[in-house]
């Protein structure tokens, strides 16, 4: 059964700073792995999809490596901003499952 | 594109009522939806995938005849919660996947359900 951590629960920092939220994964057997933004009492945003076969995907100043074989990825956020503070989720989709594992997320807190 | 919609955003019922949430994909068709319950600062828990056409699949634990889920259409499906409770009061969140992949999940913005 596939387990999806992420660490740290929380984080705390002053804008500007560069940010790396982890997300590991007990099972290196997947199809595809996607980050999500929640805000407080809404739904999910997509930020990032990267597919079982690609190394890792960007989109502005989101960054979302993936080492299969250590079953980790990384999310990196460039020069944070309070907009940025948010819950991050990491969703794992197994082989052959359209079902993905979430991760519990980490909470990422942005002050001026 | 991919855009998931549900519909209420929020709602208020009282005990033993039946309240119906819908979740739409308004410009993809899909054949796959997944239905989520969320509690206060706590991860998404998965209650069952709903395949159109065809009976929902339920997570062990999660009643279904107390939540009811219907997939009539490829762009359309419904959560009821049967006779209502306290302890029913969360956050439903839903999700679709596109026909024909990436297998991309698209969320919808959630319901908030409060039973009095």
């Known amino acids: 059964k596939q387990e999806v951590t992420q660490i740290p629960a929380a984080l705390s920092v002053p804008e500007g700073e560069n940010l790396v939220l982890n997300c590991s994964f007990t099972d290196s057997a997947i199809y595809n792995l996607q980050w999500f933004r929640q805000d407080p009492g809404k739904g999910l945003t997509s930020l990032l999809l990267?597919?079982?076969?690609?190394r890792e995907q960007t989109s502005g100043r989101l960054n979302a490596s993936l080492d299969k074989s250590s079953g980790r990825s990384t999310l990196y956020i460039a020069a944070s901003q309070p907009g940025d503070s948010a819950t991050y989720l990491c969703?794992?989709?197994?082989?052959?499952?359209?079902?993905?594992?979430f991760g519990r997320g980490t909470s990422l807190i942005v002050h001026p | 594109g991919a855009v998931v919609s549900q519909h209420p955003s929020r709602v208020i019922c009282k005990s033993g009522t039946s309240v119906k949430i819908e979740c739409r994909s308004l410009?993809?068709?899909?054949?796959?939806m997944f239905w989520y319950r969320q509690f206060p600062k706590k991860s998404l828990m998965l209650m069952a995938t709903s395949n159109e056409g065809s009976k929902a699949t339920y997570e062990q634990g999660v009643e279904k005849d107390k939540f009811l889920i219907n997939h009539a259409s490829l762009t359309l499906s419904t959560l009821t919660v049967t006779s209502a409770h306290p302890e029913d009061s969360s956050f439903y969140i839903c999700s679709a996947i596109r026909d024909g992949g990436p297998y991309e999940q698209y969320f919808g913005p959630g319901t908030r359900l409060t039973v009095t």
């Open positions: 990267i597919q079982s076969s690609q």
């Open positions: 969703a794992v989709r197994s082989g052959g499952s359209y079902i993905p594992t």
């Open positions: 410009d993809f068709q899909a054949t796959t």
